[in-house]
């Protein structure tokens, strides 16, 4: 596997945006895919009564699909002839594909969809922007009437779940995207010294064992750091809450979502305990120099043996180790910090845009993204031959003398699609996606799954409490602050002054009419 795949981790599980949804997961990524450099299309400059009237085949429309990726790839027209020739027979329409590089993306997405702007027809809200912001500024198309012939398929292939997780107010504005719905906080290691320690890929261990195997590491190695940074920060998730969509954790439920009452997370007993082992990691010694500063990745200091290992999640800690050790280079093994998780609402849906000339025809694309494999496939890994070759495994793989920066297509792009489980696993496991949806059905649904959480009445409060959260929490999860109980009183008083009791109050009213209360 390449470092595409590692991005591809950081960016599901690690990377956090603020989204104005109860109960979503956060979305945003920072993955790989930048291997080209030449485009038909370009967003920024497309028109979208030219591209949609002029075609090829006469009377057929062409739909504008939004597709996220680290460039522009170069075969971008291949894609779109192929993807073309099955919706002209499935649907009658044609595909162009509008391309959002995710550095770029609020800002390409905030253009294309302001002002009526009619370049892109569907898309999805989340990357890049809000789908309750999208719904509520009129961005994102009623959906009820239009999906009504494919709905109950659709359910089927997503799960009811997580199509009707789109609705806002009763009305379904948006699609859900079938992902992993819960992550799986671990702390990855370098295989051979977990081993030493008689830990091995996959394992579950608690905060206190794993403080346990900090100090036995740190006696036998006490020169190798054994906590390094990702993305600047441990960075440890929180399954044991419902973030409610909020990367920032401005307001949760707690007991894996289970709990009914929207509490302040950084007042609650699970933060209390993690900052109690932060400070313990600190004062033994095991942190790497400068964690807050460090532009060093995992990939950069784990093979070279400059530290032991970093904090990371998925839907399954084998599934962590696995990718861990194709990207490193080094055989690695995550080990499971919680003993459950919490499968919280999809961060981004599939929508039309209002201003689309063809909404039929965009009902239709949005079904098949849902539920063709072909289409999915396609989208996720290229043309077969082209971009890539299927193993005996059966499998994806690179054709034969391609790689991440030679082929034209952004191979593995499954989090950025609407159904992922329809593909072939790229450079994953054959199983990959039948665990993913093990992973799901067997993660406790939060009581907040499909509450979308509007928090425009309180968005000086979001603006103020984030800014709280940017100065205090990765400080103190890097143990870089002197007095940790100090440093916690302040950032819980700052919390207060910034207006975090209003945010819990507006999530409260809302997650109390979503549960009929």
């Not at 912001?133 to 959906?143: F, I, K, P, R, T």
């Not at 494919?150 to 992902?179: D, F």
């Not at 900090?214 to 940074?229: A, L, M, S």
């Not at 939060?446 to 009445?457: H, R, V, W």
Request: glycine residues 10%.
């Amino acid at each position: 596997m390449t470092k595409r795949i590692f991005a591809l981790l950081l960016a599901l599980t690690l990377v956090v945006t603020l989204f104005a949804a109860c109960g979503g997961n956060n979305e945003s990524s920072t993955a790989g895919g930048d291997n080209s450099t030449s485009s038909k299309n370009d967003s920024s400059e497309a028109s979208g009564e030219d591209s949609k009237t002029s075609t090829d085949d006469g009377d057929v429309p062409t739909i504008s699909l939004m597709v996220t990726c680290g460039a522009t790839p170069a075969d971008t027209a291949d894609i779109e002839a192929a993807l073309s020739k099955i919706t002209r027979e499935k649907i009658g329409c044609n595909v162009e594909i509008i391309t959002i590089e995710i550095g770029n993306a609020t800002q390409q997405m905030n253009l294309l969809l302001a002002g009526g702007d009619d370049t892109l027809d569907v898309f999805y809200a989340g990357i890049g922007t809000s789908f309750v912001n999208v719904a509520s500024q009129g961005q994102a198309m009623e959906l009820d009437s239009l999906m009504e012939p494919y709905a109950e398929e659709m359910k089927k292939a997503l799960g009811e779940n997580v199509y009707e997780s789109g609705r806002i107010n009763g009305k379904l504005y948006g699609v859900g995207r079938l992902l992993d719905q819960a992550s799986v906080p671990c702390f990855t290691i370098r295989a051979d010294i977990a081993e030493e320690f008689d830990y091995k890929n996959g394992d579950k261990i608690n905060l206190e064992k794993l403080t346990e195997l900090f100090q036995k590491v740190h006696d036998k190695y006490p020169d190798t750091p054994i906590i390094g940074p990702n993305n600047g920060a441990p960075n440890i998730g929180d399954s044991r809450v419902d973030s409610l969509g909020d990367g920032n954790k401005l307001g949760v439920l707690g007991n894996m979502g289970q709990d009914e009452t929207v509490i302040n997370y950084y007042e609650s007993e699970y933060y209390t305990e993690l900052v109690s082992y932060f400070k313990k990691w600190k004062e033994m010694g095991i942190y790497m120099p400068d964690l807050l500063n460090s532009t060093e990745a995992p990939v950069d200091f784990i093979p070279t043996g400059k530290c032991f290992g970093c904090f990371a999640g998925h839907f399954s800690a084998e599934m962590n180790g696995i990718w861990s050790s194709s990207n490193f280079g080094v055989d690695c093994a995550s080990l499971q910090i919680y003993e459950d998780t919490v499968a919280v609402t999809p961060g981004a849906y599939g929508c039309i845009n209002p201003a689309t000339k063809n909404p039929e025809k965009a009902a239709g694309l949005l079904y098949l993204l849902s539920t063709d494999a072909d289409v999915e496939n396609l989208l996720i890994n290229g043309i077969e031959g082209q971009h890539y070759q299927v193993l005996e495994d059966g499998t994806a793989t690179y054709v034969d003398g391609q790689d991440i920066t030679t082929v034209g297509w952004c191979l593995g792009y499954s989090w950025a699609n609407q159904n992922s489980t329809l593909s072939i696993p790229f450079e994953y496991p054959a199983d990959y996606f039948d665990q993913l949806l093990n992973a799901n059905a067997s993660a406790k649904q939060s009581k907040a799954f499909g509450c979308q959480f509007d928090l425009t009445g309180v968005s000086d409060a979001v603006s103020a409490c984030t800014n709280v959260v940017n100065q205090y929490a990765n400080p103190l999860a890097a143990g870089s602050v002197e007095d940790f109980d100090a440093t916690l009183a302040k950032f819980q008083e700052d919390l207060k002054a910034a207006g975090i009791d209003e945010i819990i109050a507006a999530r409260q009213e809302q997650l109390d009419e979503f549960l009929g209360k």
